[in-house]
């Protein structure tokens, strides 16, 4: 049971996201003209206008009519912001609103939810109870917030955005960290706004594992790369050999090789390759052919997860490496205030105690494993959220990039994605088992 004075803090603090929300969205949507944002800038992405128009579509599913009860605002419109109904590639030549309209749209359904956020209580029931659709609406706006940034990277003309550079290094690191076998309590039952897939609490036994204390960088790949590592069928799976060779892979999305050195075009501007920033825009079989190559493999979603909340001291789970505290701009790299990774060693306050780095925020990483429920999971509030991509077929990303915002990004955070996708903010560490003489050393 909530009281009055709580339910009116929920009220400001849901109000503040939404706009939060919107402002990165007209941020995203403004920098190019109508043209660009009817376009599609790649098969695999919406229009800009699809993601804006969808944004208020679910805003009003949720929050209008299933939270308010209200009348519909545009009923007539549901089937063409669906995303199971429409695939991506279709969306272009779909009669899609004109970004007039879809502003116009957006600014309608947003006033009919604040005005039903003015009077609501957050003990009705459970999809209100501590804000949750709300929260779950913030989310996902800013979720589509980070596609549509991935859009503006795969576009094509003069840079759109701009953002100051990311911190320097202030610390040096390097190596790996060894993270003791113990129980650990994976995912959350308490976080208010932690979606299904995040629940429930659940412990876990794993044993004694290393994990790099750095996300791998442009160098280290570099080496790989250089070294032979895409035309060398050993360090490669199967169906990762066979990707490589149909997709032609020979370095990770968005890099050129201008003849003498390698470099990156990242939103319309090209810079040479910063050797000390995580690698970003790998796929997860480059991944995981750079940790055959260096004799480790990927983390697998609990080692990853154990590594940014086990707390030795007391053996509990935080939110964060650096305790239960939201991100500030001095523990991560989050919410697009930059527009790339950090290099390693930017943000010793955001360590976990085990002096693991830059587990929030820079890159999404790639785990080794795919999308499964908790023991105990129960879809809510719909099982097209997360249950019916269970299965082998993705794979796990964790700690968010430079372009999640901090709404959506938590320790307990899931994110998952086709093994073959790169367009995304997506690199990765190292894990390894200990060598005999190690065991519990
Ligand atoms: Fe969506």
């Known amino acids: 049971m909530t009281s009055a004075g709580s339910d009116q803090d929920l009220r400001v603090r849901i109000a503040d996201e939404l706009q939060r929300a919107r402002t990165r969205s007209a941020l995203l949507t403004e ?5 660009e944002l009817m376009r599609q800038h790649s098969p695999i992405m919406s229009p800009l206008v699809w993601d804006l128009a969808h944004v208020g579509n679910q805003e009003e599913l949720w929050l209008v009519r299933d939270v308010g009860g209200r009348e519909p605002v ?11 109904k429409q695939p991506r590639r279709d969306r272009p030549a779909l009669p899609l609103l004109r970004p007039d309209e879809a502003r116009s749209y957006l600014v309608t359904v947003r006033d009919k939810v604040l005005d039903l956020l003015d009077g609501i209580r957050f003990d009705s029931r459970r999809l209100v ?8 609406i913030v989310q996902h706006e800013q979720q589509h917030d980070e596609t549509m940034l991935a859009t503006h990277q795969l576009r094509v003309g003069p840079p759109a955005l701009a953002a100051p550079p990311p911190p320097p290094a202030v610390v040096s690191v390097s190596g790996e960290v060894r993270v003791p076998g113990s129980r650990f309590t994976m995912g959350t039952s308490t976080d208010p706004w932690a979606l299904d897939n995040e629940r429930p609490a659940h412990v876990v036994d794993v044993p004694e594992f290393f994990i790099d204390a750095a996300p ?19 360090w490669w799976s199967g169906p990762g050999w066979q990707h490589r060779q149909e997709a032609g892979l020979t370095a990770p999305l968005h890099w050129r090789h ?4 390698w470099g990156y075009v990242r939103f319309g501007r090209y810079s040479r390759l910063n050797l000390d920033e995580p690698v970003v825009h790998v796929c997860f079989y480059e991944a995981e052919a750079y940790a055959a190559w260096a004799g480790k493999r990927l983390p697998t979603e609990v080692e990853w997860e154990k590594a940014a909340r086990w707390d030795p001291a007391t053996g509990r789970s935080r939110r964060y490496p650096w305790g239960d505290a939201d991100p500030g701009p ?6 697009q205030r930059h527009l790339a990774p950090a290099p390693v060693g930017a943000y010793p306050a955001g360590a976990s105690p085990l002096g693991v780095h830059q587990l929030i925020g820079d890159v999404w990483e790639w785990t080794s494993s795919g999308f499964e429920g908790y023991p105990g999971f129960t879809a809510f509030p719909y099982r097209e959220y997360s249950e019916v991509f269970f299965g082998n077929s993705y794979r796990m990303l964790r700690g968010g990039s430079f372009g999640t915002d901090r709404s959506a990004c938590r320790g307990t955070f899931r994110n998952w994605d086709l093994p073959i996708r790169r367009q995304i903010f997506s690199g990765f560490r190292c894990a390894r088992d200990p060598r005999p003489e190690e065991i519990g050393a």
């Open 129 to 136: 109870s501590d804000g949750f659709a709300f929260g779950m």
């Open 74 to 84: 545009r009923r007539d419109i549901d089937d063409l912001y669906d995303a199971f």
């Open 258 to 261: 201008d003849g003498t050195e």
């Open 330 to 335: 001095e523990q991560a790299n989050l919410g």
């Open 31 to 35: 920098a190019v003209d109508e043209t």
């Open 216 to 234: 791998v960088t442009n160098g280290e790949y570099l080496a790989f790369l250089t070294g032979g590592g895409y035309d060398n069928e050993r």
